[in-house]
């Protein structure tokens, strides 16, 4: 009979990270209806969307270690700076390229983040990792996007006929638009609403997935399923070199500064670019609480809310910016506020009334624009880890494997855990053909 070994890496945009959803396959080939035994060990470089492992249907005899590498912690880049909006389409409403699994592996995962905090037992070690863990990981309020010109009214009818069943569109008018949000601007008197889509806490989530692994990792345990275990080292590596030989593999997850990995340095075909969100509360009475079952909105801005007095205004979008850290200067708030609050206020003019409480940032790594959309980079980089490192004896004397897992976008959130499955596919099997043409069609980029 065969056996699966199944990890999960949930990767973000952010840092190095390690093992996503991998599953191999121990099947019965020693001749005598034995199963072969097999151990692995894997590392991550960053930790963005997270590296949640995962195990499922393993065996006493399996081994896996994981230890995933991040200076800052768990959802301390720009992962954790997202406002969280998760749905599966695009700004005109088209079901994004395999749309339907990715949203069908965001809420598998959302799912396990929940219960991971629900259960007391992990209360205590849940708030070592964040003191406000238990407050709520997911609003599930759904999203409105207003049409903004004529043309968007008819491709929004249009694409909205096409939604899945899981994550529906609907086209509304301006009543039915201001009866959700009161005082909307409905220019058009027309708008799309998407009753199950979420707003999720990108930092609670992150690290409401790695407890789950830490979860799961003490239940085997508990059932006799030793040799798992996963480590967070908050600490980073100066190169692909120290990490060789150490492991079977290694899954590099590190958003917009893969590209200061020396091995990849000038090989990546990413486009960098900085967003700043602003954080917003509504101090007084002046202004009008946002309602308790009022979706979040998108337009030219978006607003992620997150409570009746509390949301999340964004983004800016800086390209090719350097500037990878998650501070925010005066000066560079201000521009953004200037930015984003007309746009806001457009569809939203009660946002005027808010106050701005700070601003966070991160870099997003954007992929090639392709037929089809930014699609992300995935495979194995062996070929450019051992040119670069071709004459060091080290590298030469490896069977270390080396894999990407990259140029996610502004998209982490939804593609993370559907990426992540494939990745630990590939992995495992050491085969890249598992993985879909078009997520390593990069390799043929200019």
Known sequence: MAMVLEMLIVTWTGHWWKVEKIRGQKETGNG????????????????????????????????????????VGIGGGASGVSGGLLHPYS??????????????????????????????????????????????????????RPATTMKNVNIFKENSQNCLGSCRIESIDKDCAQNLVPNLCVPFNSAIYMPQAVNVHPQRYLKA?????????KDLASLGYEGKEIKLHKKSANSLLELAGEYDAVIICLGAKADMVPELSGRLPLRTCRGVVAHLQLLNDTGEEYGDLSPSILSDAWLAIQGPRNLVLGSTWDWRSRNYSPQVSVEEASMALEELVPKASAVYPGVMKWDFMGASAGVRAMPPLTPIGSIPLLGCVDDIVLHHGGGNHKHRCSKTKYWLLGGLGSRGLLYHGWLGKLMAQAVVSCNEDVLPSELTSWRNTK
């Open 32 to 71: 005598d209806g034995t199963p072969m035994e097999r151990e692995g060990s894997g590392s991550e470089y960053g930790s963005g969307w997270v590296c949640v492992g995962e195990e499922e249907h393993t065996s006493k005899e399996s081994r896996l270690c994981i230890d995933i590498y991040d200076e």
């Open 91 to 144: 700004p005109k409403a088209k079901l994004l390229w395999r749309g339907a699994e990715c949203w069908k592996e965001s809420l598998y995962l959302l799912n396990i983040a929940e219960k991971a905090v629900g259960s007391k037992e992990s209360i205590r070690e849940a708030q070592n990792l964040d003191p406000y863990v238990d407050e709520l990981i997911v609003w599930r309020r759904g999203i409105l």
């Open 209 to 217: 997935l790695f407890l789950a692994c830490k979860n799961l990792v």
